[in-house]
Each structure stands twice: as structure tokens, then as C-alpha cells.
């Protein structure tokens, strides 16, 4: 047998077979190049090109594709540049944390593939740059914000001693390819022949992969390394199971907790505040979740996650007056014991106590945060602050000119929010990764304690939600 080509082909891998093979069909070239080497959902894939008389695949198998070759005894050439090497040197421009080491070592022990997750705080993006000066490749650090486009261009750039302008930007209007880019998943998603030309590829929040349009970016890169970063990678709809595949393994974990023991993070305390509803309010209250509550009842209707809400109650409110009361009388609510009047009296308290600390407070809803804002006259961000107003607000949040900042769900990540020593959760949701986000916002080392207050309005879901949540 003559020798097998594995090569490009539009946005495939295609897997060329020798003269001797080429009146062969397509299960029989499957079977005599591979074997029984090869995972039936990876064979089951594939598509004989009938012009070429070539196989065509998903180009994320190729790793798999070059191991059953060989298992079976099969010579093949690569006829494209799978490890493609930086063309200057890199130095790291700090000593790495203990831990930092350690994910990087379990990374390249798992053959440079993997999920790597860390505390928000902890230093994901150096460990980022420790995997490209370890690896020395053409590299594609992939982000979910334009926001982090350049934060991690400064970032990369003062880890590996090089300029920022060394390393290339892509998204926000910019297309600027270097061997070292940062792009947004959007874009990754928009030009997957972009990403050929990298040996490999780190997903920063690499949570948001799985989802339909973003894991194409995954399936279309031949990238052979790969390194997930998140400090929460699961996700309600149970998709992170689908990181091993798109990524590699989970190759190391360590919760705030263990890192603030070893003084890598703040010390930091949580304190959950109750909070009752005044009489009127709880009667609303109760009276919305019994008409809620009763028409799960009749309907014989079990909501075990957010997915079943919103498949058996939102989706069908748009066509059911039954079910659309239900979705209203859940809102209502949900809204009376999230924003109870009394969480206001209580923030006043706390911005007294502690005037003298830079001091984030996070709320679910919008409006609330505008309330905030008002009442407390400090300053505020949603995702309706202009970028360049939400700049210069952090930008005076960081230096201190403002020592009070509220905010909706849009610094949850994807921002680098300047560190402070209090947080406050006016309202939040169930999900864990938001809270530890949110955590993550005063984790950075610092003298003293840093503090997390919860308001939980006593005697309704949202007392619930704080308990199953921990």
C-alpha cells in the first residue's frame, strides 16, 4: 500500500487514500484504512467524495484519524503544518503560583488537551500564557467579549515579554491575524478558515462552546492542542459534558476555597442578611405563587430546571392564557421577594458601614440597578451604559475616584472589573456559576478580609434558591 495523504479540504479534513485503493468504496476504504481503530460515531460521519474519491471528515478528528493509521499499520503524510511555530521567542515574565504549574504540567501530561478550571482571580490567563510559551505554537485564544479582546492583548503581552503589538486582534471590527490573536467566539464562529493556521487553540469561559453556532468552532479546527479555561464550567443544560470531547478531559480544578487557603486569594467571609416582606407584600406574594403553584398542580407539571421552564411554561404561555397567567403570576413573584423595599433600607445600612471600601452591588434585574443609582446617587452599569461611558466608570472605579459601583448581569464575566474588598447581592439567580462569579470580584490578594452579603428575603424561593445553590 502507498502512502495515505491527510490534507484540507474547504472546511473539511480529507483523508486521501493511495492509487491502489482507489476503486474502493467508501466502507471498504473506512475499513482498510482504519480498521476496527475508529469510533463509530467518527466513521458514521463520514462522506465519501465521489469527485475526489476521498474521505471527508470533521476537521477536530484529525488527532484521532493520525492514531488509527498508525494502530493500523497504515504510512500517511500530513501535507499541512500541524504544529506551526512561533517565529520569535517568548519569556515568561513571572514565576507561575504552584497550582499554575500544576494545571500546566496535568495539561501537557494529557497531551496538550484539556479543561482547566480555576477560581475567578487566580491567574487563568497566565496559565494561558505558560501553555503557549511551554507549547511555542501559532496560537488562537478565543473570548466571549470584544471587551476581552484587548485585556487579553495586554495580558498575553506582559506574560511572554513581548509587545502588544506582537499579538494580533480579531473581532470588534478589527482583523488583524499575528501567531499569537486574540478573537471573540462570534468571529471564530464567522471564519472558521481562520483557524487552520493555529497549532493551538485556548477557549477562555469555555462554558459558551457547546453551544450550536460556537461548538462549530471546535468541529472546524484541525488544531491538534487545545486548552479550555472557566472557573464554572457547567451548565444547567448538562452540554459541559461535550468540553471532553471538543476540548479534551477536565485536567485540574481548585475552588476558591483551597486557593484562599493557601493565601493565593483573599481571605473572605459570606454573610447572608435576611430580609422580610412588609404584610401587603407577602400577601401578593403568596397569592402569586398559589396561582403558579396550582396550575403546575392541574396540568400535573414538574419543573425539575430552567430548561422545563422554559419548555413547559414559557413556550407554551405564548399560546395558552392558562399557562401565560402562570408565567406572570411566577414573575410577580419572583420579583416581589427578590427586590422586597426593605433590601433598600439594608443597603443604606451597609454603604454606611462601609463607606471607606470600594464596594460592588450586583441585582438581577435592571431596573433595580437604576434604582440603586438613583436613591444612593453612585454609579451604575447595565447593558444599556454606552461602552465608552462603561470604560470611564470602571476606569474611576479602579482608581478609586468612585468607591461605589452597581450593576446588573452584564459584569458577571467577560469584564475585568477592578478588585474590591465588598460585594453585595441585592438579587441573584440559582446558578452557581453566577455566584461564584461573582465571588471571583473580590478574591484578588489583599490585606484583610474581603466580605460577600447576600439579601435573601426570608419565607419565599428565593430563601430556596440561596439554600440549594450552597
Not at 475499513?31 to 458514521?44: D, K, N, P, R, V
Not at 513581548?162 to 478573537?183: R, Y
Not at 471538543?246 to 486557593?259: C, F, M, N, T, W
Not at 443609582?373 to 444599556?384: G, H
Request: some cysteine; overall charge neutral.
Amino acid at each position: 500500500m502507498t502512502q495515505t495523504i491527510i490534507d484540507q479540504r474547504g472546511r473539511d479534513l480529507a483523508i486521501i487514500p493511495p492509487a491502489d485503493l482507489a476503486a474502493a468504496g467508501r466502507q471498504e476504504l473506512i475499513t482498510a484504512l482504519f480498521g476496527a481503530h475508529l469510533s463509530l460515531e467518527i466513521t458514521q460521519g463520514m462522506e465519501l467524495d465521489k469527485r475526489g474519491h476521498f474521505l471527508r471528515t470533521l476537521p477536530m478528528h484529525f488527532q484521532d484519524i493520525k492514531l488509527a493509521l498508525q494502530q493500523q499499520k497504515v504510512p500517511f503524510r500530513v501535507a499541512f503544518d500541524e504544529r506551526p511555530a512561533l517565529p520569535f521567542q517568548t519569556k515568561l515574565a513571572m514565576q507561575a503560583r504552584p497550582y499554575q504549574q500544576e494545571a500546566l504540567d496535568k495539561w501537557l501530561a494529557e497531551y496538550s488537551r484539556g479543561v482547566v478550571v480555576l477560581p475567578t482571580g487566580a491567574g487563568k490567563t497566565f496559565t494561558a500564557a505558560m501553555a503557549i510559551h511551554a507549547t511555542s505554537v501559532w496560537t488562537l485564544a478565543v473570548v466571549p467579549t470584544i471587551d476581552l479582546l484587548q485585556q487579553w492583548r495586554v495580558a498575553l503581552a506582559a506574560a511572554l515579554s513581548l509587545s502588544a503589538e506582537e499579538i494580533g486582534v480579531f473581532g470588534g471590527g478589527e482583523k488583524e491575524l499575528k501567531p499569537i490573536t486574540i478573537i471573540t467566539y462570534d468571529s471564530a464562529a464567522l471564519y472558521p478558515r481562520e483557524l487552520r493556521q493555529f497549532g493551538l487553540l485556548i477557549f477562555d469561559e469555555c462554558h459558551h462552546l457547546p453551544a450550536p453556532t460556537y461548538r462549530l468552532i471546535a468541529e472546524s479546527a484541525f488544531t491538534p492542542l487545545r486548552m479550555g479555561l472557566s472557573a464554572t464550567p457547567e451548565r444547567s443544560d448538562m452540554a459541559h459534558i461535550e468540553l471532553e470531547e471538543l476540548i479534551g478531559p477536565e485536567v485540574y480544578r481548585r475552588s476558591p476555597a483551597e486557593l484562599t487557603e493557601g493565601r493565593f486569594l483573599a481571605q473572605y467571609q459570606e454573610k447572608a442578611i435576611d430580609i422580610a416582606l412588609g404584610d401587603k407584600d407577602q400577601e401578593r406574594y403568596t397569592e402569586q405563587r398559589r396561582i403558579y403553584r396550582s396550575f403546575l398542580q392541574r396540568r400535573r407539571i414538574v419543573i425539575r430546571n430552567p430548561e422545563d421552564f422554559q419548555q413547559k411554561i414559557i413556550y407554551m404561555s405564548a399560546r395558552d392564557p392558562e399557562a401565560r397567567a402562570a408565567m406572570l403570576a411566577w414573575r410577580e413573584a419572583r420579583n416581589i421577594a427578590m427586590n422586597a423595599p426593605a433590601k433598600y433600607t439594608e443597603i443604606e445600612r451597609l454603604l454606611q458601614e462601609h463607606s471607606a471600601d470600594q464596594v460592588i452591588l450586583f441585582s438581577e434585574y435592571n431596573y433595580v440597578v437604576d434604582e440603586i443609582s438613583r436613591r444612593f446617587c453612585i454609579p451604575s452599569i447595565t447593558y444599556k451604559t454606552p461602552t465608552e461611558e462603561r470604560r470611564l466608570i470602571l476606569e474611576h472605579f479602579r482608581s478609586g475616584t468612585y468607591t461605589k459601583l452597581a450593576t446588573g448581569r452584564v459584569l458577571n464575566e467577560g469584564v475585568d472589573v477592578p478588585d474590591c474588598r465588598v460585594a453585595i447581592i441585592v438579587s441573584g439567580n440559582s446558578t452557581k456559576r453566577e455566584y461564584i462569579q461573582r465571588l471571583g470580584r473580590i478574591l484578588r490578594p489583599k490585606a484583610g478580609q474581603a466580605l460577600l452579603y447576600e439579601l435573601i428575603t426570608t419565607g419565599t424561593t428565593e430563601e430556596q434558591i440561596a439554600k440549594r445553590r450552597r
